[in-house]
């Protein structure tokens, strides 16, 4: 028997209907929605909005890590969610709860009577209400999708934008080259903000550059006024105002200390009186669920080979492979088990692209759909690039089934599977786990 949607499921039910096109880009409604609701984003904490291609989430996760190591109160909204929408928005360092978020949600609905507004303005909209209204020390802003039009842009005066490395993604609505999607990124900049510049390629730090300048918003550069290296099992982050000496982060893969390190150059500039102790901290305790995420427990575990390890990672475009294949690639140096893959990813991402990163260190790729109400590929055209980049690959109408075909096959020694291809079948994965996000 299907379960009755839950009164948090009906209303977001309801809101998905009121915009007949998922992503348009544009900030008039959400700007019309929060003059309705009293200019909340007007009376917000201090706040550091985020955009980039890859490593927003998991610059967002050390800027909260090191400033509730500091001891201050930190709002977060990020997207999308793994599990609940829930996750989306942290009031003061906790998930808002049900009754809280379909309070902020009626309220959004009520006020914007009916009149056409996607899905993420109107989400946007509730979660500025709550965090004017929640008292905190600061806000950390996630762009949705590109920078310059998502409707998080519409705060006047952060305290400090970071964008993080830009690739091609999304090149449906924010361009089909790194010029042209960096320029919809650097439209965060904003008069006297520091806006951080993560590491970038030449093409993406050119634009990213001139549009700060033209916002007025002074740079702070990596590589070139911040940078980060590995020396004796350390994380060595070095600006002008001298070294920190850091515990490597918890977050796998090397590509986490450039994201550690700009998270900490945004903070050096706009929160001087953050305590070195607190960097330290937030390396040891950083959390970012599906992000190269080892998985040791629970039902995953029990349908893989006995020994095997299990990965999930939600990276989804070409340079999100290029990160999880690197780290993949570090774990068999020091133990080189056969690394099965189980790939789903959306119609919209290049299957060949993605797995071409991973030609010389796959064994097998098993590729399974991606659920939801998004256009998944279809698993038999991600088998068939695997196949023409020579790799060995099925199809499985499942994780589940992709684990237990995982499970008959041979192995010299138990394997390492890597669930990969999207945040979705990220979160899907965790959700056959049983695993909870708090």
Not at 275 to 289: K, L, Q, S, Y
């Amino acid at each position: 028997m299907t379960q009755p949607a839950s009164p948090l499921d009906s209303i977001l039910a309801r809101l998905l209907d009121l915009h007949p096109r998922k992503i348009d880009l544009s900030l008039g409604r959400t700007e019309r929605l929060l003059a309705a609701l009293g200019d909340p984003h007007r009376r917000l904490p201090k706040t550091i909005h985020v955009a980039g291609t890859n490593g927003k989430g998991s610059t967002v996760a050390f800027l909260r890590a090191i400033l509730e190591a500091a001891g201050q109160r930190v709002h977060v909204y990020t997207s999308p969610h793994l599990l609940r929408f829930n996750e989306r928005i942290r009031l003061a360092g906790k998930l808002v709860d049900d009754a809280t978020l379909i309070a902020a949600l009626e309220k959004c609905e009520r006020v914007n009577a009916g009149q056409p507004i996607t899905f993420f303005e109107i989400g946007t909209a509730a979660a500025f209400d709550l965090f004017a209204e929640t008292p905190a020390d600061w806000l950390l802003l996630e762009v949705g999708l590109g920078g310059r039009y998502d409707a998080t842009n519409v705060i006047d005066g952060p305290a400090a934008s970071i964008v993080t490395p830009v690739s091609i993604d999304h090149a449906e609505f924010l361009g089909d080259t790194v010029e042209r999607i960096a320029q919809e990124k650097g439209g965060i900049f904003k008069r006297g903000a520091p806006g951080v510049i993560g590491f970038q390629s030449d093409e993406a730090l050119r634009v990213l550059e001139a549009c700060a300048r033209r916002a007025g918003a002074p740079c702070i550069v990596a590589r070139r006024d911040y940078d980060v290296r590995e020396e004796n099992g350390r994380l060595i982050f070095e600006d002008e105002r001298g070294l920190l000496d850091l515990a490597p982060p918890r977050l796998a893969g090397r590509h986490q200390h450039q994201n550690a390190a700009t998270a900490i150059a945004a903070l050096r500039a706009v929160a001087p009186e953050v305590p070195a102790r607190a960097f330290e901290a937030g390396m040891r305790t950083v959390d970012w669920p599906a992000r190269l995420q080892r998985i040791s427990r629970g039902r995953l575990v029990e349908l893989a080979p006995e020994g095997a390890e299990i990965w999930i990672d939600g990276g989804h475009n070409e340079d999100g492979a290029r990160v999880a294949a690197a780290a993949m690639g570090e774990r068999a140096a020091h133990n080189d088990a056969p690394l099965a893959l189980v790939s789903g990813l959306l119609a919209t991402k290049d299957a060949r692209a993605f797995l071409a990163h991973f030609t010389d260190l796959a064994q097998r790729v098993v590729a399974v759909p991606v659920s939801g109400d998004h256009y998944g590929r279809p698993p038999a055209d991600v088998a068939e690039a695997a196949r023409d980049l020579g790799l060995f690959a099925s199809e499985a109408p499942t994780i589940e089934d992709a684990l237990a075909r995982i499970s008959r096959e041979r192995w010299r020694a138990p394997p390492r599977i890597l669930i990969c291809g999207s945040l979705y079948l990220a979160g899907a994965a965790l959700a056959l786990n049983g695993s909870e996000l708090v």
